[in-house]
């Protein structure tokens, strides 16, 4: 189970200038599955974080989860990259 710590942590990024970055990867795997981008995003601003990993040397990487406009449960997996700034790594 995640902190609720790191879940207020996110609604406070969400609340100041949040910014959300895409890497290719995230992109082609968006294709694939198709998710749209909006949804992804969607889930976001809107999802709980629900696992957060520390690799040695990387960012820290949060999984959110959360539905899209049809109901579908999409997990986004995202790197944050300072006070403001997550960057999408994947799409589940």
């Given amino acids: 189970m995640v902190h609720p710590q790191e879940n207020a942590r996110l609604r406070t990024m969400r609340a100041s200038d949040l910014r959300i970055s895409w890497t290719k990867h ?14 992804a995003e969607r889930v976001v601003n809107g999802g709980t974080i ?19 406009c049809d109901g579908r449960t999409i997990g986004v997996v995202v790197a944050v990259k300072g006070a403001a700034r997550l960057a999408v790594i994947t799409v589940l």
């Fill in 26 to 39: 995230a992109e082609q795997r968006a294709i694939e599955r198709e998710i749209e981008k909006f949804s």
């Fill in 50 to 68: 629900i696992a957060i990993e520390f690799p040695a040397g990387g960012d820290e990487l949060w999984t959110i989860q959360g539905v899209d």
